[in-house]
């Protein structure tokens, strides 16, 4: 279980591109695709960057040089 959620975890934006993309093929074919899901996955997409902008400023952070002390 613990190796699925790593992996949804590491791909969360494929995912919900891949989501997307499924509901827009679907509309264009034809099928009605209620106004609510887009906004879900427009909200889902934005928390998804959210979280990748915050993952690497972590990042940034702990792999950045630590400054020379100041000189007294």
């Known amino acids: 279980m613990s190796a699925i959620i790593n992996f949804f975890n590491a791909n ?5 591109a891949l989501l997307t993309a499924v509901a827009a093929g679907l509309q264009a074919l034809g099928y009605s695709i209620p106004a609510f899901v887009y906004t879900l996955l427009a909200a889902f997409g934005i928390s998804v960057v959210h ?3 915050q993952t690497a400023a ?3 952070a702990s792999n950045a040089a630590p400054t020379p002390a100041a000189k007294k």
Not at 12 to 16: I, N, R, S
């Open 51 to 53: 979280a990748s902008i």
């Open 58 to 60: 972590t990042n940034a």
């Open 12 to 16: 969360k934006p494929y995912f919900v």
